[in-house]
């Protein structure tokens, strides 16, 4: 089936040590988005990719970076991450014709 | 500034019955999409519907129904015959207008529903 796939489901970092989530999709969408979601909080939009083209959200912190090397592939840098970091990323994709987003299972990020 | 506004942070529902989420949206724009999400405790975020402001009629996807009221602003999910798998925290949101670049889907800030058995 296609679909949006995130790895790791669950990862544990250091104050401080670099760290890199990856989502990857089958649906060969053009647009791909990553979402930073603390607990009991709405997805909040740190940027997207519209093709090759980066997006970046004016109140994204500059210790996040995105890197999309493919359109199947889009890779989330964390490249300091303070304990505030500790949330759900969300990766979803979409054509650039439609409006629905759709969503990968998500990884849960620790910060110790 | 778009704004999706959800009023209930917490709902109970007994099973096979049916319930009713609320939903508000503020926006100046004439073309706007509203959708709703199911997020269950693992985390991930299940598209349900979908409602384009230029659709006439209410969309429906199996027990999922949108209750769509432009004068008012309202958007409101309706699940028919509340299943327990139904236990989940529910999110509307809004897109930008289309032919931006920068879409991105407004959120608001989430129902959760518990049904009872």
């Known amino acids: 089936d296609a679909m949006v796939i995130q790895n790791p489901r669950y990862q544990v970092t250091q104050f401080g040590k670099p760290v890199t989530l990856s989502c990857s999709q089958t649906l060969n969408h053009n647009v791909m988005y990553w979402y930073q979601q603390k607990s009991s909080q709405a997805p909040k939009l740190l940027f997207h990719y519209y093709d090759k083209d980066f997006n970046n959200e004016a109140d994204t912190p500059d210790n996040f970076q995105s890197r999309r090397p493919n359109t199947s592939f889009c890779f989330l840098d964390i490249r300091s991450p303070g304990l505030g970091d500790a949330a759900m990323y969300l990766c979803?994709?979409?054509?650039?014709?439609?409006?629905?987003?759709?969503f990968g299972p998500g990884t849960r990020l620790t910060v110790l | 500034a778009q704004k999706i506004t959800q009023t209930q942070p917490g709902m109970f529902v007994q099973e096979k019955e049916a319930v009713t989420l609320d939903c508000t949206y503020d926006?100046?724009?004439?073309?706007?999409?509203l959708f709703w999400y199911k997020q269950p405790s693992s985390g991930e975020m299940i598209f349900l519907i979908y409602?384009?402001?230029?659709?006439?009629q209410n969309a429906t996807e199996g027990r999922y129904s949108l209750n769509f009221q432009k004068a008012r602003k309202s958007a409101n999910l309706v699940i028919s015959a509340s299943q327990l798998g139904d236990s989940a925290m529910y999110f509307c949101a809004m897109r930008e207008p289309r032919g931006d670049s920068s879409y991105k889907l407004i959120f608001g800030s989430g129902t959760r529903l518990l049904v009872r058995p």
């Open positions: 979803a994709t979409r054509t650039g014709s439609t409006d629905t987003q759709y």
């Open positions: 926006t100046s724009d004439q073309s706007y999409g």
């Open positions: 409602q384009g402001s230029y659709d006439e």
